[in-house]
Nanobody, 115 residues
Framework: QVQLVESGGGLVQPGGSLRLSCAASGSFFSIYTMGWYRQAPGKQRELVAGITSGGSTNYADSVKGRFTISRDNAKNTVYLQMNSLKPEDTAVYYC?????????WGQGTQVTVVS
């Protein structure tokens, strides 16, 4: 069993930055594929960025060049550095852990980008 707790969300102006953190409890964090997802009101949840156990990353086209996902296996934590934020980045951001048929979600953290 893995528990995920996100933090770092908040209110920011366009062009600003935030860093989200997702702390994982449980064992074997380093072998999980980790991902950040987001869900805006009235929209489906979508992948923002992912990072494999080997450190390979992938990003949604809408965030490429602005967001960076990273992980610190010693701290059982995955991060999402978000720069040049736009109003359309407003959403609840969720952390997800995947290992074969196992999947765990965090409770989410709100990011609001507004002037």
């Amino acid at each position: 069993q893995v528990q995920l707790v996100e933090s770092g969300g908040g209110l920011v102006q366009p062009g600003g930055s935030l860093r989200l953190s997702c702390a994982a409890s449980g064992s074997f964090f380093s072998i999980y594929t980790m991902g950040w997802y987001r869900q805006a009101p009235g929209k489906q949840r979508e992948l923002v960025a992912g990072i494999t156990s080997g450190g390979s990353t992938n990003y949604a086209d809408s965030v490429k060049g602005r967001f960076t996902i990273s992980r610190d296996n010693a701290k059982n934590t995955v991060y999402l550095q978000m720069n040049s934020l736009k109003p359309e980045d407003t959403a609840v951001y969720y952390c997800r852990a995947d290992l074969r048929f196992l999947r765990y979600w965090g409770q989410g953290t709100q990011v609001t980008v507004v002037s």
